[in-house]
């Protein structure tokens, strides 16, 4: 009888592990299901982060992350880290500025060769190159955004097509909004067409050209603001000669050199949105912009 007993008690037992690992199997299954079924879209820097963002609004089953820290501004000399190489390579879709802003792209594009990458400058026509240097910060230039978000929004329609009507309808609500910023900043800035300014931070270019301001811009690397006291100097010169009145940095520069030549000259200090970091809230660009248009429209 005892002996009876405890075969019983053996089966129930093996019953029960059978049980619990082939519920933790399907567990895990379905799991590995749901990450499958999840499309991952990683972005290079701020900027292409609140595209994605608008874009993917209500996009099923897509997940979106930023691969550097969202607000660490320019990726120019950036180091990859081991984190960032972790991201791209669960990533199903890598969204870049271009231009040389993601000079790492061949490390990402190595650590995940199936990962669909978007250059989202590759229908900007007007790129400046500066002594053999491109200047990679073409959505100062609402021109330039929009073709930006229209780039991206159709590749991500091509890799991603179970969305692709949430993308073409969001695209076209973004895309409206930004007209409409346009033609205010069309209208309200008009009168800074033709007129000259000195620009102390070379993410304006593409602003400046959009005003049809005459930009004097000074390479500064913008996020050292460093020059030369010749080059300094130079600037005061020609300010004075030329009558120069506006002076833009981005808010966030050192502001010393531009103190300087304000003071020399009486040419008065603008300082702007360059858009690089933010808040990650969708309508971040348009704020930013409506704050620009808001401190330009007190230039003289
Ligand atoms: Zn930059």
């Known amino acids: 009888m005892n002996k009876y007993f405890k075969y019983i008690i053996t089966i129930i037992v093996v019953v029960l592990i059978i049980t619990a690992i082939s519920i933790l199997n399907i567990n895990r299954n379905k799991q590995k299901e749901q990450k499958s079924n999840t499309t991952k879209i990683v972005t290079s820097f701020y900027p292409m982060y609140i595209i994605a963002e608008n874009l993917m609004d209500g996009a099923n089953n897509v997940e ?67 002594e053999g240097e491109t200047n990679p910060h073409i959505w100062t230039s609402i021109d330039n955004y929009i073709l930006q978000v229209q780039t991206i929004a159709n590749e991500l329609k091509e890799y991603n097509p179970e969305n692709k009507s949430i993308y073409e309808e969001n695209e076209q609500i973004y895309v409206d909004e930004l007209e409409q910023l346009k033609n205010r900043l069309d209208e309200e800035l008009k009168k ?109």
């Not at 960032?84 to 061949?106: H, P, Q, Y």
């Open 64 to 130: 979106l992350e930023n691969m550097a820290d969202v607000n660490v501004g320019c990726l120019h000399d950036y180091t990859l880290m081991t984190e960032d190489i972790k991201k791209v390579e669960e990533a199903d879709i890598f969204i870049s500025n271009g231009l040389g802003m993601e000079n790492f792209i061949n490390k990402l594009i190595e650590a995940n060769s199936d990962m669909k990458v978007i250059d989202s400058s590759k229908n900007i026509k007007n790129v400046m190159i500066y």
């Open 192 to 300: 800074l067409e033709g007129k000259k300014a000195v620009c102390l931070n070379e993410t304006f270019e593409y602003m400046g050209k959009k005003l049809g301001l005459e930009l004097l811009t000074v390479e500064t690397d913008h996020e050292e603001s460093t020059m030369s006291a010749e080059t300094l100097k130079n600037i005061i010169d020609t300010v004075k000669k030329e009558n120069i009145e506006i002076i833009i940095i981005d808010k966030n520069d050192n502001k010393s050199n531009a103190e300087t030549i304000a003071n020399e000259t009486g040419a008065k200090i603008y300082e702007l949105n360059s858009g690089l970091t933010g808040n990650l809230d969708k309508d971040a660009y348009i704020k930013q912009m409506e704050e620009n248009i808001e401190i330009l429209k007190n230039t003289n």
